[in-house]
C-alpha cells in the first residue's frame, strides 16, 4: 500500500476585528462656538448714474438706498446771436438803357436774361435778397432797354439804387417806381435862396408802408415859388425885422428928447 507522507497542515485561526484596525490619521475637532463667531450682513448699495444732456447745462441724478441726490453743472455761456434782425424789402420797377448794342436775338432768349441778371446781382451785390422778376429787352434807338421788377434788403440808409447801377454798369436813363411807400408833399429843403429872388430846392420825403424806403432816392427839384413854399419862413423874418427897427427907433426917440 501506498501511503501518503504528507501530513495536513494544522490550521492556524487567524482573526480579524474591525475594531482592532485603527486609523492612525485623527482629525483635530473643532466645535464652534455661537459666541465666538457674530453673524454680519454687508448690503453693498445699488448706484443708478442717470445722465440727461440738454442743450445748455447738464444734470446729474444720482440715486442711493439712502435717498437720491441730484447735481447740475454750471450753465455754459452762450453765444451772442448773429442773426441780423428782420427788415422790409424795398421793391420796385426799374427802367434803364444799357449801352449794349442791341441785337434781335436778345428777343425771348433765355440765355441773354439768365446774363442779365447775373449782372444785375453783381452790381447790386453790396445789397441782401436781390431778387429779379419780369425781365424784359427791346431795343432802344440801338442800345438796349432793360425793364424788370426788383425787391432787394438795404442796411445802409446812405447807399441809393440808382448810384448802385450807373457806378458798375455803363447805363443812362436810369428810373426807378419805388412800390408800397408813399411820398409826402413838396416841402422847401432850405428857404436861403429866397432872399436873393430863389431858385430853391424842394423835396417829398418817403415814407415806407407795405416796403421799405432804403436805398430810394427821395425826389427833389429846384422852384423860385418863394411864396408857396417859404412864405412862413418869409413873414416870420419879416416880423422880426419889423420889431428891430421899431426898437432902434424909440432908443434913439428917447435919448433925442433926454
Known amino acids: 500500500s501506498i501511503v501518503s507522507s504528507q501530513t495536513p497542515t494544522p490550521s492556524v485561526p487567524v482573526s480579524v476585528q474591525a475594531s482592532s484596525i485603527v486609523s492612525s490619521q485623527t482629525s483635530p475637532s473643532v466645535t464652534p462656538t455661537s459666541s465666538s463667531i457674530s453673524s454680519t450682513n454687508v448690503t453693498t448699495p445699488n448706484t ?15 440715486s442711493t438706498t439712502g435717498g437720491t441726490s441730484s447735481a447740475t453743472s454750471p450753465t455754459a455761456p452762450t453765444e451772442a446771436s448773429t442773426t ?3 427788415q422790409k424789402p424795398t421793391c420796385g420797377k426799374v427802367t434803364f438803357v444799357w449801352k449794349k448794342p442791341w441785337n434781335d436775338s436778345y428777343v425771348n432768349n433765355t440765355q441773354f436774361v439768365i446774363y442779365t441778371k447775373t449782372e444785375l446781382k453783381t452790381a447790386l ?18 442800345n438796349t432797354l432793360v425793364e424788370f421788377k426788383l425787391c432787394f434788403t438795404n442796411r445802409d440808409k446812405n447807399s441809393y439804387l440808382e448810384d448802385e447801377l450807373t457806378d458798375k454798369l455803363d447805363i443812362t436813363e436810369l428810373k426807378f417806381e419805388a412800390s408800397g411807400v408813399t411820398f409826402k408833399d413838396w416841402k422847401a429843403k432850405d428857404c436861403k435862396g429866397c432872399s436873393t429872388g430863389g431858385p430853391i430846392t424842394i423835396e417829398r420825403e418817403c415814407e415806407p408802408k407795405q416796403y421799405s424806403c432804403n436805398g430810394v432816392k427821395i425826389p ?8 408857396e413854399y417859404c412864405s412862413a419862413g418869409v413873414q416870420k423874418r419879416e416880423i422880426s425885422t419889423f420889431i428891430l427897427i421899431l426898437g432902434i427907433v424909440l432908443a434913439f426917440s428917447v435919448n433925442f428928447w433926454k
Open 84 to 86: 441780423k434782425p428782420p
Open 220 to 227: 427833389s427839384k429846384e422852384s423860385k415859388e418863394c411864396v
Open 48 to 62: 443708478t448714474l442717470a445722465t440727461t444732456t440738454q442743450p445748455i447745462s447738464t444734470t446729474v441724478a444720482t
Open 125 to 142: 451785390s453790396k445789397y441782401e435778397d436781390v431778387k429779379v422778376s419780369k425781365l424784359q429787352v427791346t431795343n432802344e434807338t440801338g
